[in-house]
């Protein structure tokens, strides 16, 4: 019998946004899940969950949380799931911090790029990294 286990990927964007609490098509990332990455093991063809998405982020002003809409689409009109990100402030820089969330979101997709759509709850920031790991 041959073996099993899971392929952990890595997938990250370092382009900066200025979040505020609307939606807005200029306020997302396109992820491509079959993108190389230094340091991924296994190979890159989509096909298993999305398990975390964590960001960092500067100039933090009265948010509590981020909300990120991932969706099949540019357009964000095909969701396939929202989640609430807490964020945490640095320890010596409280205007600075990060956040993530887990999830399992094992979804058969035409594409292997999906779209994540940001928001805060309240006030604004400046997002300036988000990660995704995937596992098959």
């Not at 990927?9 to 990455?37: E, F, G, K, M, P």
């Not at 779209?115 to 805060?120: D, E, I, K, L, V």
Request: aromatic share 8%; hydrophobic share 40%.
């Amino acid at each position: 019998m041959a073996s099993t286990g899971l392929f952990y990927h890595r997938i990250a964007n370092t382009t900066s946004l200025n979040l505020t609490n609307a939606n807005a098509v200029a306020r997302s990332y396109a992820v491509d899940l079959n993108a190389s990455q230094a340091g991924t093991l296994g190979n890159n063809a989509y096909r298993g969950f999305i398990n975390t998405i964590a960001i960092n982020f500067t100039t933090l002003v009265t948010a509590a949380s981020v909300v990120v809409t991932i969706c099949k689409d540019a357009a964000g009109d095909q969701p396939i799931g929202a989640f609430t990100i807490t964020l945490q402030t640095g320890v010596t820089t409280p205007a600075s911090g990060g956040g993530s969330v887990k999830l399992d979101i094992g979804t058969a997709l035409t594409s292997p790029t999906v779209y994540y759509f940001f928001r805060t709850n309240a006030g604004t920031l400046t997002l300036t990294n988000c990660e995704t790991t995937w596992t098959e």
